[in-house]
């Protein structure tokens, strides 16, 4: 494996096999740095780099003999929200894994070159790693810390600590205030808090809870738990379930999944009846990594996650985790071993589970199997400010951010229950947020009065419900990254990590590539222009200046660039010779732009802001345009999210964003003909490009009841291509007026242009595809509609799978 430059290990001399804790050599002796980094977590890495990078001497000390959390230990499907929110250390990591693989940047990406590009990080930046060093004590003076024990008798004396543990082992150690658990709705007012029984992961049959069918006195299945469920948004103990994030492979080489030692197919009765009611869905999140390899993650109601196993972790010793870390290693283990071979399992099932195996390249010392536990939830520090659902909801804002989250706010289901004598899973929470936000500088760091040299970027201080959406790996990162600014800047300054300057914080996080504010770079410079001008007409372009400086600033200067072909004139005075703290200069431009070459595309207004605070400081900031030409009659438009509709001929456009078209969720753009399909009818366009902000994202026909009422209109059927894999014919099977029954025709990459056909006969709905303009036709597949009304509109679609909008380009639409 490689390593960085010096590397002190702790451990036996040997490989630990799978495990959490072990016994470790002695290693005694003192080390001495400016910033002890404890947590070899990303951002952990992030932060040694960052601190580094910065001239302080500094040294990483890790509880394991790896490098990178779960990035590199499994999580390879980056749970990323919107990929633009990431800066800074954070997104130069992904650039660095992109560019293993070939490409710009990568999201996905196998666990071994994670490692690797850590480890590659830390050796360039010649970091002291003490791996297999586990926090035994602190001491601490007049609050502050002045020492980190570990268990081997080393002693690490730094002037600034960083907690960067997934637990918040080092924060508890110093007696920095902390939660475990779920705090009450009433607590920080919010909604989404405390015990939550919702729709997401739950059972969608009654399965029977007792060993025995229909008998109480028999006890409870494996994995229920007797417990009340509690009231709705009522506070408690619990945590989001864990597990681990296994990287499977169907090469001829893989390993079988292995039987582990206690293993007991009783624990998977409740498994084995939900597959028994016709629910199969337990390994079917499994997204596909390069090289034939994917992450898999816990899904639908009984699945990888060992829920309600794991309350002690956060507080719990390390001789209490090794005996939960084990509990879930036989669980999931078990699991994929009982779907396998498991004879009351279905054999078409143990068919499709044994063509997977661990890859043979992955995780060599622990056998194919993840060498680290994904732990979703430790202690959260209780500090001055404290991140809730309201910050992700833009009903707050933080005035001093030092990283960006965008992630839905994200709970696992925390318990399985009885209710009304039928299992039930408690806890699952998926809530997107209104938008990117920002996490407050005083949630990383104790509150005043509280250890005064400790930065704590992962266990922060949030929520537990808005911990759900900041908890994903690039926020970590970027997190880490923030944390070694402030520390450098609070050994420069000689204060405490709670007095450091934000404003001088945030200029030296800009400049390092870092993203504060939603859209990105707006900082205290904005654009505000119209989304989708018209060609020829003049339109009014602002750009305004706001000074958090916290002093006067002079010599202000606004400037704004148009695309080539484009012209500005402005409307006043660009410039002015002062600006208070706190106060906003604004101008404005007439902007005339241009008809583009193709219909929708994404034209850029940049504007930049200069002034001087004791030194030469500039901003720049920007915005997307896209130039409308406006849709014809008989066609009109619909829309369930953001999008921008043009028409130029028989070419059209549709810029969409949208989460999913799929059981419950239908969010799409629609340009289409009302009425224009009867019981006998047959559509076709040309599908020309289509963006790939997802590979689930979808572009094509539709047909449905009524395209302008989402959601709720039944007879609804539509023809789409994925940029990942080809084209899918999907259509609302029950009734509910939502996509839920899916036939694919699977091609990689997938073809465009493609011309794409659907046809109705009565209730029966056909739809193919060709890929050579018409010449040879291949099937997708057929759906029946008896909810088809005799009038139907048909259109063309878009929806991104993202909140990143992407276009799709249509050609040559008829319906006959």
Request: proline share 7%; hydrophobic share 40%.
């Amino acid at each position: 494996m490689t390593r960085g430059v010096t590397v002190a290990a702790g451990g036996r001399g040997r490989a630990p096999g799978l495990r959490y804790w072990y016994p470790v050599r002695p290693a005694r002796g003192t080390v001495t740095s400016d910033i002890c980094v404890y947590g070899g977590t990303s951002a952990g890495v992030s932060a040694a780099v960052q601190a580094a990078r910065s001239g302080r001497s500094v040294v990483l000390v890790a509880f394991g003999p790896h490098l990178g959390g779960l990035t590199a230990a499994g999580l390879g499907a980056t749970d990323s929200g919107r990929i633009e929110a990431i800066g800074g250390l954070s997104r130069e990591f992904y650039r660095r894994v992109g560019a293993h693989y070939g490409r710009p940047e990568s999201f996905g990406f196998e666990p071994h070159v994670a490692e690797e590009v850590f480890d590659a990080w830390v050796a360039e930046e010649s970091i002291p790693s003490y791996r297999e060093h586990r926090l035994s004590a602190v001491d601490l003076e007049g609050g502050r810390i002045t020492a980190l024990r570990t268990e081997n008798g080393k002693v690490f004396r730094a002037n600034v600590f960083i907690d960067a543990s997934y637990e918040g082992d080092l924060m508890a150690a110093a007696g920095v205030s902390h939660t475990v658990g779920r705090e009450s709705n009433a607590t920080h007012g919010e909604t989404l808090n405390g015990v939550q029984i919702r729709t997401g992961h739950q059972f969608q049959r009654t399965i029977d809870p007792y060993r025995t069918p229909g008998d109480p006195a028999s006890g409870l299945l494996p994995g229920i738990q007797a417990d009340p469920v509690g009231t709705p948004g009522e506070g408690d103990h619990r945590i989001q379930a864990f597990n681990f994030r296994v990287c499977l492979t169907k090469a001829a080489d893989r390993r079988p999944f292995p039987r582990p030692p206690g293993y007991d197919p009783a624990r998977y009765e409740l498994l084995r009846r939900y597959i028994d009611a016709g629910v199969w869905d337990a390994i079917r999140l499994n997204t596909p990594m390069p090289n034939g390899k994917t992450d898999l993650n816990n899904n639908g109601a009984v699945s990888s996650d060992n829920i309600g196993r794991n309350y002690g972790w956060p507080a719990g010793d390390y001789r209490e985790r090794e005996r939960i870390f084990q509990d879930h290693v036989r669980y999931q283990q078990g699991m994929l071993y009982f779907l396998a071979n498991d004879p009351t399992v279905p054999a078409a099932i143990r068919a499709e589970v044994s063509a997977w195996g661990l890859p043979a390249d992955e995780f060599a010392q622990t056998g194919g199997w993840p060498h680290e536990l994904y732990i979703r939830e430790g202690r959260r520090m209780v500090a001055d400010y404290v991140v809730t659902e309201h910050d992700c909801r833009w009903t707050r804002t933080a005035p001093d951010p030092v990283g960006l989250a965008s992630y839905n706010m994200d709970s696992h289901n925390c318990a399985r229950v009885v209710v009304d004598g039928a299992a039930r899973n408690e806890g699952d929470v998926q809530v997107g947020p209104a938008g990117p936000y920002g996490i407050s500088y005083r949630a990383i760091v104790p509150a005043r009065g509280e250890c005064p040299n400790l930065v704590v970027p992962v266990a922060l201080s949030a929520s537990h419900i808005a911990f759900g959406s900041v908890r994903m790996e690039p926020v970590f990162m970027l997190l880490g990254h923030a944390a070694a600014a402030a520390a450098d800047l609070a050994l420069r300054d000689g204060v405490a990590v709670q007095d450091v300057d934000y404003p001088t914080l945030r200029r030296e996080l800009l400049a390092d590539g870092m993203v504060l504010t939603w859209p990105p770079g707006q900082g205290p410079v904005t654009v505000d222009a119209p989304n989708s001008p018209a060609p020829g007409a003049p339109f009014p372009v602002t750009v305004a200046v706001r000074n958090d400086e916290g002093v006067a600033v002079s010599d202000v200067a606004l400037a704004l660039a148009v695309p080539p072909g484009w012209a500005a004139s402005p409307a006043g005075p660009t410039t002015a010779p002062a600006l208070a703290a706190g106060a906003t200069f604004a101008a404005e431009w007439a902007v005339t732009a241009t008809t583009p070459a193709e219909l929708l595309d994404a034209d850029v207004v940049s504007a930049t802001a200069g002034y001087a605070a004791g030194e030469p400081v500039s901003f720049s900031a920007s915005r997307t345009v896209r130039v409308a030409e406006p849709v014809a009659a008989p066609l009109v438009t619909a829309a369930s999210t953001a999008a921008l509709f043009a028409q130029r001929g028989a070419r059209l456009a549709v810029v969409a964003a949208g989460r999913d078209m799929w059981t419950g969720i239908d969010e799409y753009g629609a340009i289409l003909h009302p009425g224009a399909a009867g019981p006998a009818s047959t559509a076709e366009v040309t599908l020309v490009a289509q963006d790939a902000t997802d590979p689930n994202a979808r572009a094509g026909l539709a047909f449905r009841n009524d395209l302008r009422a989402p959601g709720s209109a039944t007879g609804y059927v539509v023809l789409v291509a994925k940029p990942a894999n080809g084209f899918m014919l999907l259509w609302d099977a029950d009734g509910d007026g939502t996509l839920d029954s899916v036939a694919r025709l699977e091609l990689n990459p997938t073809p465009y242009p493609a011309r794409l056909r659907l046809t109705r006969a009565g209730t029966r709905f056909t739809g193919t595809v060709s890929t050579d303009g018409g010449t040879t036709w291949r099937d997708v597949g057929t759906a029946d509609l008896p909810s088809a009304a005799s009038t139907q509109d048909v259109g063309v679609l878009c929806c991104a799978h993202a909140t990143t909008p992407g276009r799709a380009l249509f050609d040559g639409l008829t319906i006959t």
